[in-house]
């Protein structure tokens, strides 16, 4: 097969052969359309026990899967350390990993030491010499776009010229500063966007033509805006509106009153638009990852298509609905009392 991560003692060759692979942006890497967040892992949202996870990331891997996501935030390590634990079964051919630095819990350190640090600290848990992609984490919560490019590119840098990682990605809620750095910087191969590219907001859709025109691989992750469009449901943290929150559980109720899983029908519409190299999504469960597989192997049917269109109609459509605003004026409001969570840092680099 031409996928390069195809290994055949280890896939299932008939559902590599059903995904669909696309070309991460200037990185030329070929990624499974639908991909595995690492959130889960770490117990960011559900917990997932530790033998389904282990099932889980296996299961992802054979059946087609290629791009797997973690980072320190996810548990202070717990998801990095987790993976690395069941990677050890997995021929290293056979997927592409990121990770992160900048965002520890609560605690934000962009810092070029900090950076040489942390990522040592994650390749070591993940037990790995050299990951995929790093992406750095929440850029909006550094105090600067030029500390990002004075301090973090340079250190991410060095550590690719040791072969630590291949290419430099940036994550962020507003998309507007992805687009910003990229605007002031020819480092960024990759950019993750979340819960920006859902069933009720579509604003990364208004970037897409600009990360196109300067070969940059797009990530769309949280397709069901952290839980919002599941039957999981938002965790208690969730920064959204109330607003949003009541339409979302409406939408939900609506689909299951229908035998639909509203958050497969939104992993499908995420799936269908072509430039997001690929749909990065938390599966706590195998029910999740079946019903995922589901959408991306074989379409939705006529029946789910039908509540799709209706779903969308009554609840979604014509306004795009975010906590930007709100979300960052709580975030900056803990920045500035960062040294109170500075011991889950230093926890998560004693591990």
């Known amino acids: 097969m031409s996928v390069e991560t195809f290994t055949q003692e280890f896939h299932d060759e ?6 669909s692979y696309r070309t991460l942006g200037r990185t030329n890497l070929q990624v499974s359309k639908l991909s595995l967040g690492g959130g889960p892992f770490g117990g960011l949202y559900e917990a997932s026990a530790e033998t389904e996870g282990t099932e889980i990331i296996l299961s992802a891997l054979k059946l ?23 990677l050890k079964k997995v021929p290293r051919k056979a997927f592409y990993i990121s990770t992160k630095v900048g965002h520890y819990d609560n605690f934000f350190d962009f810092s070029a030491k900090s950076v040489v640090a942390s990522l040592e600290k994650s390749l070591s848990l993940l037990g790995l010499s050299c990951v995929d992609i790093v992406y750095i984490h929440d850029i909006e919560f550094a105090p600067s776009l030029d500390y990002i490019i004075s301090e973090t590119i340079p250190a991410l840098l060095k550590m690719k010229e040791k072969n630590k990682l291949r290419f ?10 992805l687009k910003n750095l990229c605007e002031i910087s020819d480092q960024i191969d990759v950019v993750l966007s979340y819960s920006r590219y859902t069933l009720f907001d579509s604003t990364l859709e208004n970037y897409l033509p600009f990360f196109k025109s300067k070969n940059i691989g ?16 938002p965790q208690t943290w969730h920064p959204a509106t109330d607003h ?10 609506e689909t299951l009153a ?40 074989n379409n939705i049917s006529d029946e789910e298509k039908q509540v799709l269109n209706r779903i969308k ?26 040294h109170k969570y500075k011991y889950k840092y230093e926890s998560f680099m004693n591990l």
């Open 14 to 19: 008939s559902s590599v052969r059903k995904m």
């Open 64 to 86: 087609g899967i290629n791009y797997l996501d973690t980072a320190p935030h996810y548990g202070l390590g717990r998801s990095e350390k987790f993976f690395g634990k069941v």
């Open 168 to 177: 430099i990605g940036a994550s962020a809620y507003p998309v507007s500063i």
């Open 218 to 233: 797009v990530v769309n992750a949280s397709c069901t805006g952290m839980g919002l469009l599941s039957t999981v449901g």
């Open 244 to 253: 949003l929150k009541e339409i979302c559980h409406k939408a939900v109720a």
């Open 258 to 297: 229908d035998n639909v899983e509203l958050g497969k029908l939104a992993v499908y519409f995420c799936l269908q638009k072509s430039y997001i190299s690929s749909c990065l999504v938390g599966m706590g469960s195998t029910k999740i990852l079946k019903l995922n597989l589901d959408a991306a192997f």
């Open 313 to 338: 109609q009554r609840y979604f459509d014509g306004e795009n609905y975010h906590w930007e605003e709100p979300d960052l004026n709580v975030y900056k409001k803990q920045i500035e009392t960062c």
